[in-house]
């Protein structure tokens, strides 16, 4: 199993840049992908950034050249640089981890971007 806890949500304005850190429970370099994906109210969950174990990376349209996301295989973090916020970008956003064929999940954590 994976346990997944997420920290950096917040309120930001629109502009402005926010980091979201993903803590694993195991050591990230045997899980075989990890991303966040964001829920905004009304909205299906989609998936925002990806990163393999080979750290190969893959965005949604809407945030390339916006949004980066790296790990630390050292403490077992992933993060997601968010710059030039977007008030469209308002959302929970979730951890996801691809462990052995299972989806696991963090709790999520809440980012708003106000106008």
């Known amino acids: 199993q994976v346990q997944l806890v997420e920290s950096g949500g917040g309120l930001v304005q629109a502009g402005g840049s926010l980091r979201l850190s993903c803590a694993a429970s195991?050591?990230?370099?045997?899980?075989?992908?990890m991303g966040w994906y964001r829920q905004a109210p009304g909205k299906q969950r989609e998936l925002v950034a990806a990163i393999t174990s080979d750290s190969k990376t893959n965005y949604v349209d809407s945030v390339k050249g916006r949004f980066t996301i790296s790990r630390d295989n050292a403490k077992n973090t992933v993060y997601l640089q968010m710059n030039s916020l977007k008030p469209e970008d308002t959302a929970v956003y979730f951890c996801?981890?691809?462990?052995?064929?299972?989806?696991?999940w963090g709790q999520g954590t809440q980012v708003t971007v106000s106008s």
């Open positions: 996801h981890a691809l462990y052995y064929d299972v989806d696991y």
């Open positions: 195991r050591r990230i370099f045997s899980i075989t992908a």
